[in-house]
């Protein structure tokens, strides 16, 4: 008897995305390796660790390690500000680079082409002037990555094969059709959330105006897809009190989201139990 093929779509959310790991090892736990995977933002760079044979628990180990000296991830940053003098002068904020970064942080845990990956992975990037999605597929994997979690404000575009590239969630931030067709089963982890709430009713704060208005329209782009065609199974974690770069947070954002692991578990095994082989 054939086994279902099951595709996961891993969207865009910033530090939100800590929370695909514990459906990552879900997966890990109940022995089910995906047929294939798509990601948006965080969603790619998580995704292809986990492409590329990591897993969720390495995932994981990596995640809080980087992320648990704030001085080492200051002094990282530092080593990527601009350089030259018109940038910070120009007139324009600072942005930094992000296939530095993701060189920087990640570069030496991941495979650096989509040949090399172990399970197919479609990544999402949007092409700023023909305002439109880009599914990447092959060729060198970190500047497609680089392009997906391009955040606009955060990180410089991306140019990549003749195109202007920023934040694949922009475009579709929960990239579940992007899976390939002959995928039976889809599996899709929504992370983008809404704006951050102040307890106090204040007015919030400029990057909280920032990101909330685009988690708005996010929103309003998966509910519009949604309408169209669903996920076998949708995954919405709790994240709406996590900030978009929350990342100095990433440990507590994962003991947090802890019980999404055995959530996700029984949803898969329920449903693979329905599912027609």
Known sequence: MA?????IALGGGGARGMTHIPVLEAFDDLGIRPHAIAGSSIGALIGAAYAGGLSGREIR???????RDRNAVVSRLWRLRPRRFSDLVGGSLVQFDPLKVVSLFAGDRLVHDFEDLK???????????GCTEID???????PAIAASIAIPVVFRPVRLHGRVLIDGGVANPLPFDALPPECDVLVAVDVVGGPVK???????????????ASQILM???TAEKLKKRSPDILVRPDVDDIRVLDFLKTRHVLDTAEPLREKVKRL???????TPL
């Not at 180990?61 to 992320?67: L, M, N, P, R, S």
């Not at 898969?268 to 329905?274: A, M, N, P, S, Y």
């Open 136 to 142: 990447i597929r092959s060729g060198p994997l970190l």
């Open 268 to 274: 898969l095994d329920r449903h693979l139990g329905e």
């Open 61 to 67: 180990e990596i995640a809080v390690e980087t992320f």
């Open 3 to 7: 086994t279902p093929r099951i595709g």
């Open 198 to 212: 102040r307890a106090d009713r204040h007015l919030p704060t400029t990057l909280d105006s920032l990101f909330g």
């Open 219 to 221: 929103r309003s782009i």
């Open 119 to 129: 399970i197919p992975l479609v990544v999402l990037a949007t092409d700023f002037y």
